[in-house]
């Protein structure tokens, strides 16, 4: 029995640093929710190294086994199933710049198409490179949140095309991108600090590949490439649209690595908040990545499922309907059924570098959720010959702490700064160099 004064905590609870994270997200005010560390109520996770049938993996040989039975699980039950003959096509550049960043960036438009025929939905990929490399350049990646043009104050970086997010700090009101909004993400996106650290990046709008929105999809890349068009009905093990930004990363991930000036090898994939979440899903489905970032990942991310600590299933099943798949949704009132947790989401990113982070005031993701996230995967790690996160216990805000697999929770609020960037930079070295 949950008691009253837990109930009590928990509706107080909302009043907290909540209430920006689900405004901004318009949830219904009747759904529960906890930010009181002590009225998180105990929870037993699925086990990482058991395979459905009972049997326990022991050793690195066994893992590939129990690694496929939780990719096909997160399929079936979370982020949905990817159509089998989507094709990998490549791009084209649209245009090369050796001068870009004041001549210390060679800069490429690359355009890939992600659908057959005369009019395929384009993924703008915008590519930066250090100009004196003499090798081929290890390179972040990341799906960006408001178009290309934001991610730099360049003025030759077109606008991004289709639906964008209304921002009204930048005038963005009727869904169109403007040229008030140019630059304005270009804190998250540090370029010039990246490629001085001799690592490339490339970057492309999500939203190339589908809006962000609760139909989005009719105009996106599934609606594309489903039998009926609009019209389609979805089944319940069919792709969310995570599923569908990650698959435009893969195809990304292809581009890089037809350019000799890249090295394909060394692709760190990054994204933030629900891009942290397709970046984990991307990295898990795509061994090819050679490191994953996931920054502030949260609910449906790094974070435990089974936590009740900020948001919760029923909450982004309810204001985001459309990032999972239509089955996950029964898992609204009965967490506890759900046959994987997102500790072994993060465990198939194994034995790659993995990196974790978290901010102090972003309770809503459940920072503590993230780490044990971590820790938990930590477990694959071991039996693979790395060393994972060093134990159960959150570290002390802006230190980086773990080996193979690295954690830091910062100070401020949910946002993909430079202080995450240095943690990343030191990281990258650390296992791509
Ligand atoms: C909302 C959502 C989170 C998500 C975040 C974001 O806050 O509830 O799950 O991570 O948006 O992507 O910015």
Redo the contacts with the bound molecule.
Sequence with gaps: MISRSFCLRIWTGWLGCFCL??W??Q?PRTVPINDVEESVPPYSLPEVLTLRNGQRVTSAQQWPQRRAELVHLFEDHVYGRIPSGLPRQPGWVVETRRDALGGKAIRQRIQIPLTRGPHPILLDLLVYRPSQATKPVPIFLGLN?DGNHTVTPETDVPLARGWVANRPRSGVTNHVANEASRGTDAEAWPIARILERGYGLATAYYGDAEADFDGGWKQGLRGAVAPQGADHHFEPGDWGSIAAWSWALSRALDQLSLDPAIDGQKVALLG??????TALWAGARDPRFALVIAN??????AALARRFFG?TTL??NT??PH?FNGRFKDYNHRIADLPVDQHELAALIAPRPLYIASAEQDR??DPKGEYLGGWHASEVYRLLGKEGLPGPDLPAVNRSVGESVGYHIRSGP?ALTEVDWEFYLKFADRHLR
């Design positions: 994270g689900a901004a997200a949830i949140f933030h908040s629900r891009l942290g979440k502030e990942s949260g609910e449906g991310g948001e909450r982004i204001s985001f990032w809503w993701a949910h």
